[in-house]
Protein backbone atom coordinates (compact mmCIF):
# COMPACT_ATOMS: atom_id res chain seq x y z
CA UNK A 1 0.00 0.00 0.00
CA UNK A 2 1.55 3.65 -0.86
CA UNK A 3 1.21 6.44 1.05
CA UNK A 4 -1.60 8.04 -0.65
CA UNK A 5 -3.85 5.06 0.13
CA UNK A 6 -3.83 5.59 3.31
CA UNK A 7 -6.89 5.39 5.19
CA UNK A 8 -7.50 9.03 6.05
CA UNK A 9 -10.01 11.33 7.31
CA UNK A 10 -13.59 11.13 9.03
CA UNK A 11 -14.78 7.75 9.07
CA UNK A 12 -18.60 7.58 10.61
CA UNK A 13 -19.48 4.60 12.98
CA UNK A 14 -23.17 4.96 11.94
CA UNK A 15 -26.41 4.02 13.97
CA UNK A 16 -28.44 1.07 12.58
CA UNK A 17 -31.93 2.36 12.12
CA UNK A 18 -34.84 -0.45 12.85
CA UNK A 19 -38.35 -0.57 12.25
CA UNK A 20 -41.04 -0.91 14.47
CA UNK A 21 -40.56 -5.03 14.52
CA UNK A 22 -36.98 -4.07 15.65
CA UNK A 23 -35.62 -5.12 12.38
CA UNK A 24 -33.27 -3.28 10.02
CA UNK A 25 -35.46 -0.61 8.65
CA UNK A 26 -33.24 -0.58 5.11
CA UNK A 27 -34.76 2.74 3.61
CA UNK A 28 -34.03 4.94 6.64
CA UNK A 29 -30.27 2.99 6.48
CA UNK A 30 -29.91 3.70 2.82
CA UNK A 31 -31.44 7.59 3.11
CA UNK A 32 -28.78 8.22 6.18
CA UNK A 33 -25.68 6.89 3.84
CA UNK A 34 -26.63 9.24 1.68
CA UNK A 35 -27.19 12.12 4.32
CA UNK A 36 -24.07 11.20 5.99
CA UNK A 37 -21.80 11.47 2.26
CA UNK A 38 -23.70 14.55 1.45
CA UNK A 39 -22.88 16.54 4.06
CA UNK A 40 -18.57 15.29 3.74
CA UNK A 41 -17.74 12.40 5.82
CA UNK A 42 -14.54 10.75 4.33
CA UNK A 43 -15.86 7.28 4.77
CA UNK A 44 -18.25 5.07 6.52
CA UNK A 45 -17.60 2.69 9.32
CA UNK A 46 -20.71 -0.18 9.66
CA UNK A 47 -20.54 -2.97 12.78
CA UNK A 48 -18.77 -0.49 15.06
CA UNK A 49 -19.49 -0.32 18.69
CA UNK A 50 -21.70 2.84 17.63
CA UNK A 51 -23.61 0.50 15.32
CA UNK A 52 -24.34 -1.93 18.22
CA UNK A 53 -22.34 -4.97 16.34
CA UNK A 54 -22.97 -7.31 19.17
CA UNK A 55 -26.51 -7.00 19.34
CA UNK A 56 -27.06 -8.08 15.41
CA UNK A 57 -26.88 -11.91 14.24
CA UNK A 58 -23.87 -12.78 11.76
CA UNK A 59 -26.08 -12.81 9.00
CA UNK A 60 -27.58 -9.23 9.68
CA UNK A 61 -23.65 -7.57 10.83
CA UNK A 62 -22.80 -8.84 6.62
CA UNK A 63 -26.57 -7.49 5.48
CA UNK A 64 -25.94 -4.16 7.24
CA UNK A 65 -22.74 -3.91 5.23
CA UNK A 66 -24.28 -5.27 1.55
CA UNK A 67 -27.31 -2.29 2.30
CA UNK A 68 -24.15 -0.20 2.87
CA UNK A 69 -21.72 -0.32 0.42
CA UNK A 70 -24.56 -0.90 -2.31
CA UNK A 71 -25.65 2.43 -1.43
CA UNK A 72 -22.46 4.61 -0.97
CA UNK A 73 -21.89 3.04 -4.47
CA UNK A 74 -18.18 3.48 -4.18
CA UNK A 75 -18.47 7.51 -3.48
CA UNK A 76 -16.83 6.61 -0.40
CA UNK A 77 -14.54 4.09 0.97
CA UNK A 78 -16.16 1.61 3.43
CA UNK A 79 -14.29 0.78 6.62
CA UNK A 80 -16.49 -2.57 7.35
CA UNK A 81 -16.37 -3.82 11.34
CA UNK A 82 -15.69 -7.44 10.69
CA UNK A 83 -15.54 -8.66 14.02
CA UNK A 84 -16.86 -12.28 14.86
CA UNK A 85 -16.78 -14.86 17.41
CA UNK A 86 -13.83 -16.77 16.19
CA UNK A 87 -10.94 -16.50 13.63
CA UNK A 88 -12.66 -18.70 11.27
CA UNK A 89 -15.45 -17.01 11.63
CA UNK A 90 -13.80 -13.48 10.91
CA UNK A 91 -11.90 -14.42 8.24
CA UNK A 92 -15.40 -15.93 6.42
CA UNK A 93 -16.64 -12.05 7.16
CA UNK A 94 -13.37 -10.30 5.83
CA UNK A 95 -13.73 -12.69 2.60
CA UNK A 96 -17.49 -11.28 2.25
CA UNK A 97 -16.71 -7.67 2.62
CA UNK A 98 -13.56 -7.91 0.00
CA UNK A 99 -15.92 -9.16 -2.46
CA UNK A 100 -18.37 -6.35 -1.58
CA UNK A 101 -15.57 -3.92 -2.25
CA UNK A 102 -15.09 -2.71 0.82
CA UNK A 103 -11.58 -0.65 1.86
CA UNK A 104 -10.80 -2.71 4.57
CA UNK A 105 -12.10 -4.20 7.88
CA UNK A 106 -11.76 -3.42 11.38
CA UNK A 107 -11.42 -6.23 13.79
CA UNK A 108 -11.30 -5.34 17.59
CA UNK A 109 -9.34 -6.99 20.04
CA UNK A 110 -10.11 -10.22 21.77
CA UNK A 111 -13.72 -9.10 24.12
CA UNK A 112 -15.19 -11.50 26.90
CA UNK A 113 -11.58 -13.48 27.46
CA UNK A 114 -8.69 -11.31 28.27
CA UNK A 115 -5.60 -12.27 26.66
CA UNK A 116 -1.75 -11.47 26.66
CA UNK A 117 0.42 -9.41 24.09
CA UNK A 118 1.11 -12.36 22.78
CA UNK A 119 -2.59 -13.62 22.49
CA UNK A 120 -3.67 -10.76 20.83
CA UNK A 121 -0.81 -11.12 18.61
CA UNK A 122 -1.51 -14.42 17.36
CA UNK A 123 -5.15 -13.74 17.10
CA UNK A 124 -4.48 -10.85 14.38
CA UNK A 125 -2.05 -12.59 12.73
CA UNK A 126 -3.81 -15.72 11.50
CA UNK A 127 -6.66 -13.11 10.46
CA UNK A 128 -3.93 -11.46 8.60
CA UNK A 129 -2.46 -13.76 6.99
CA UNK A 130 -5.88 -15.16 5.83
CA UNK A 131 -7.37 -12.04 5.16
CA UNK A 132 -7.92 -11.10 1.38
CA UNK A 133 -8.84 -7.00 2.62
CA UNK A 134 -6.73 -4.77 4.51
CA UNK A 135 -6.91 -5.14 8.33
CA UNK A 136 -7.22 -2.31 11.08
CA UNK A 137 -7.07 -3.52 14.82
CA UNK A 138 -9.55 -2.39 16.96
CA UNK A 139 -8.13 -0.93 20.42
CA UNK A 140 -10.78 -0.03 22.60
CA UNK A 141 -9.48 -1.48 26.10
CA UNK A 142 -12.73 -0.49 28.08
CA UNK A 143 -14.45 -3.47 26.51
CA UNK A 144 -11.90 -5.73 24.85
CA UNK A 145 -7.90 -6.99 25.68
CA UNK A 146 -5.56 -3.98 24.76
CA UNK A 147 -3.53 -3.90 22.19
CA UNK A 148 -0.01 -2.76 23.50
CA UNK A 149 2.30 -0.91 21.54
CA UNK A 150 4.74 -3.49 20.68
CA UNK A 151 2.27 -6.18 19.26
CA UNK A 152 1.02 -3.33 17.00
CA UNK A 153 4.52 -2.51 15.61
CA UNK A 154 5.38 -6.57 15.65
CA UNK A 155 1.79 -6.47 13.87
CA UNK A 156 2.93 -4.07 11.07
CA UNK A 157 6.20 -5.54 10.74
CA UNK A 158 5.25 -9.12 9.38
CA UNK A 159 1.72 -8.27 8.26
CA UNK A 160 1.18 -6.14 5.02
CA UNK A 161 -2.68 -6.59 5.44
CA UNK A 162 -2.33 -4.80 8.67
CA UNK A 163 -2.40 -0.80 7.61
CA UNK A 164 -3.93 1.06 10.73
CA UNK A 165 -5.26 0.64 13.84
CA UNK A 166 -8.04 2.62 15.63
CA UNK A 167 -7.46 3.32 19.37
CA UNK A 168 -10.73 4.59 21.55
CA UNK A 169 -9.06 4.35 24.49
CA UNK A 170 -8.73 8.62 23.95
CA UNK A 171 -5.35 7.97 25.04
CA UNK A 172 -3.28 11.15 24.39
CA UNK A 173 0.74 9.65 25.11
CA UNK A 174 -0.49 6.10 24.16
CA UNK A 175 -1.19 7.35 20.27
CA UNK A 176 2.32 9.42 20.52
CA UNK A 177 3.97 6.40 21.22
CA UNK A 178 2.06 3.91 18.63
CA UNK A 179 3.05 6.85 16.20
CA UNK A 180 6.67 7.17 16.81
CA UNK A 181 7.24 3.14 17.23
CA UNK A 182 5.55 2.10 13.72
CA UNK A 183 5.64 5.16 11.72
CA UNK A 184 9.63 4.36 11.11
CA UNK A 185 9.27 1.39 9.70
CA UNK A 186 5.55 1.32 8.19
CA UNK A 187 5.02 4.81 6.42
CA UNK A 188 1.88 4.03 4.91
CA UNK A 189 0.24 2.89 8.52
CA UNK A 190 -2.75 4.68 9.33
CA UNK A 191 -3.71 6.25 12.70
CA UNK A 192 -7.61 6.54 13.59
CA UNK A 193 -8.82 7.96 16.52
CA UNK A 194 -11.95 6.84 18.11
CA UNK A 195 -11.78 9.19 21.06
CA UNK A 196 -14.26 12.11 19.82
CA UNK A 197 -13.16 14.66 22.73
CA UNK A 198 -9.54 14.40 21.22
CA UNK A 199 -9.78 14.86 17.83
CA UNK A 200 -7.91 18.35 17.44
CA UNK A 201 -5.20 17.17 19.47
CA UNK A 202 -5.13 14.11 18.12
CA UNK A 203 -4.76 14.85 14.54
CA UNK A 204 -2.40 17.97 15.87
CA UNK A 205 0.09 15.17 16.76
CA UNK A 206 -0.10 12.86 13.63
CA UNK A 207 -3.27 11.09 13.24
CA UNK A 208 -4.65 10.00 10.19
CA UNK A 209 -8.43 10.39 10.87
CA UNK A 210 -10.99 9.63 13.27
CA UNK A 211 -14.10 6.79 13.36
CA UNK A 212 -16.07 9.69 15.39
CA UNK A 213 -19.41 8.89 16.35
CA UNK A 214 -20.57 12.13 16.75
CA UNK A 215 -20.19 12.41 12.87
CA UNK A 216 -23.06 10.21 12.70
CA UNK A 217 -25.31 13.09 14.31
CA UNK A 218 -23.47 16.56 13.48
CA UNK A 219 -21.02 15.28 10.29
CA UNK A 220 -20.90 19.00 9.62
CA UNK A 221 -18.85 19.93 12.70
CA UNK A 222 -16.73 16.82 12.61
CA UNK A 223 -15.57 17.45 8.92
CA UNK A 224 -14.98 21.32 9.58
CA UNK A 225 -13.03 20.13 12.82
CA UNK A 226 -10.61 18.14 10.62
CA UNK A 227 -10.23 20.74 7.73
CA UNK A 228 -9.52 23.45 10.16
CA UNK A 229 -7.30 21.37 12.18
CA UNK A 230 -5.35 20.36 9.03
CA UNK A 231 -4.97 23.57 7.91
CA UNK A 232 -3.70 24.84 10.81
CA UNK A 233 -6.59 27.45 11.94
CA UNK A 234 -6.15 26.49 15.26
CA UNK A 235 -8.28 29.34 17.32
CA UNK A 236 -11.09 28.08 15.18
CA UNK A 237 -10.19 24.32 14.89
CA UNK A 238 -10.09 24.66 19.45
CA UNK A 239 -13.81 26.31 19.51
CA UNK A 240 -15.51 24.09 17.58
CA UNK A 241 -13.66 20.84 19.38
CA UNK A 242 -15.33 22.12 22.46
CA UNK A 243 -18.40 22.84 21.16
CA UNK A 244 -18.70 18.99 19.78
CA UNK A 245 -17.02 18.05 23.13
CA UNK A 246 -20.43 19.31 24.92
CA UNK A 247 -22.10 17.41 22.21
CA UNK A 248 -20.02 14.37 23.04
CA UNK A 249 -20.21 14.16 26.59
CA UNK A 250 -24.01 14.39 26.85
CA UNK A 251 -24.57 11.80 24.63
CA UNK A 252 -22.08 9.63 25.86
CA UNK A 253 -22.37 9.84 29.27
CA UNK A 254 -26.32 10.63 29.97
CA UNK A 255 -27.85 7.41 28.83
CA UNK A 256 -26.27 3.60 28.48
CA UNK A 257 -24.46 3.70 25.01
CA UNK A 258 -24.94 4.26 22.83
CA UNK A 259 -28.68 5.57 23.16
CA UNK A 260 -27.95 8.96 23.27
CA UNK A 261 -26.53 8.99 19.63
CA UNK A 262 -29.89 7.19 18.45
CA UNK A 263 -31.81 9.90 20.27
CA UNK A 264 -29.56 12.59 18.92
CA UNK A 265 -29.82 11.21 15.08
CA UNK A 266 -33.93 11.36 15.46
CA UNK A 267 -33.59 14.90 16.26
CA UNK A 268 -31.84 15.21 13.22
CA UNK A 269 -34.67 13.62 11.08
CA UNK A 270 -34.18 10.14 11.06
CA UNK A 271 -36.34 7.29 12.63
CA UNK A 272 -33.81 5.35 14.57
CA UNK A 273 -36.32 3.05 15.93
CA UNK A 274 -36.39 1.55 19.65
CA UNK A 275 -32.60 0.09 20.39
CA UNK A 276 -32.65 -3.73 20.71
CA UNK A 277 -31.20 -3.80 24.82
CA UNK A 278 -34.50 -3.21 26.80
CA UNK A 279 -34.71 -0.10 29.12
CA UNK A 280 -36.33 0.19 32.40
CA UNK A 281 -38.75 3.12 33.68
CA UNK A 282 -36.06 5.15 34.99
CA UNK A 283 -33.90 4.65 31.96
CA UNK A 284 -36.45 5.74 30.00
CA UNK A 285 -36.99 9.00 31.93
CA UNK A 286 -33.71 9.92 31.96
CA UNK A 287 -33.41 9.25 27.94
CA UNK A 288 -36.50 11.79 27.82
CA UNK A 289 -34.63 14.05 30.04
CA UNK A 290 -31.58 13.58 27.62
CA UNK A 291 -33.72 14.13 24.49
CA UNK A 292 -34.58 17.88 25.64
CA UNK A 293 -30.43 18.39 26.48
CA UNK A 294 -29.31 17.75 23.08
CA UNK A 295 -32.28 19.27 21.08
CA UNK A 296 -30.85 22.45 22.61
CA UNK A 297 -27.60 21.63 22.42
CA UNK A 298 -28.13 20.57 18.58
CA UNK A 299 -30.41 23.94 18.27
CA UNK A 300 -28.05 26.28 19.45
CA UNK A 301 -25.81 24.31 16.54
CA UNK A 302 -28.73 25.14 13.90
CA UNK A 303 -29.49 22.12 13.36
CA UNK A 304 -33.02 21.80 15.05
CA UNK A 305 -35.73 23.79 16.70
CA UNK A 306 -35.82 24.67 20.41
CA UNK A 307 -37.84 21.90 22.41
CA UNK A 308 -41.81 23.41 23.02
CA UNK A 309 -40.18 24.74 26.35
CA UNK A 310 -37.36 26.50 25.24
CA UNK A 311 -33.62 26.55 26.67
CA UNK A 312 -31.85 27.91 29.22
CA UNK A 313 -28.78 30.36 28.39
CA UNK A 314 -25.71 29.20 27.95
CA UNK A 315 -24.99 25.42 27.69
CA UNK A 316 -25.07 25.20 31.49
CA UNK A 317 -29.05 22.87 31.67
CA UNK A 318 -29.91 23.00 35.64
CA UNK A 319 -31.57 19.38 36.24
CA UNK A 320 -34.58 21.59 37.99
CA UNK A 321 -35.19 23.62 34.88
CA UNK A 322 -34.70 20.42 32.50
CA UNK A 323 -37.58 18.86 34.44
CA UNK A 324 -39.69 21.96 33.39
CA UNK A 325 -38.66 21.85 30.09
CA UNK A 326 -39.37 18.07 29.63
CA UNK A 327 -42.62 18.47 31.14
CA UNK A 328 -43.67 21.03 28.95
CA UNK A 329 -42.69 19.14 25.84
CA UNK A 330 -45.19 15.93 27.44
CA UNK A 331 -47.99 18.55 27.63
CA UNK A 332 -48.00 19.80 24.22
CA UNK A 333 -47.45 16.17 22.77
CA UNK A 334 -50.71 15.20 24.50
CA UNK A 335 -52.41 18.02 23.86
CA UNK A 336 -51.88 16.63 20.00
CA UNK A 337 -52.42 13.21 21.37
CA UNK A 338 -49.05 12.00 20.26
CA UNK A 339 -48.58 11.02 24.31
Known amino acids: MSFSDRLQ ?99 VSPFYYRLSADGVYAYFKEIADNSPIDVTLYNIPMFASPIDVPTVKRLAEECERVVAIKDSSGDLPHMMRMIATVRPVRPDFAFLTGW ?11 CDGGTNATSGVVPEITRKLFDLTLARRLDEARDLQYRLLTLFDAMLYSAEFPEGFRAALQLRGFQTGVGRQPKSQVQERQLAKLTVELQCLLAAEGY ?27 GELKKRGLA
Open 9 to 107: GIFTPNVVPLDSSGEINEPELRRYVDWLIERGVHGLYPNGSTGEFTRFTAEERRRIIEIIADQTAGRVPVLAGAAEANTRETIQACERYHELGCRAVAI
Open 304 to 330: TQEPVGGCPAGRVIDPAQLDRIVQSVV
Open 196 to 206: DAALMPMLLIG
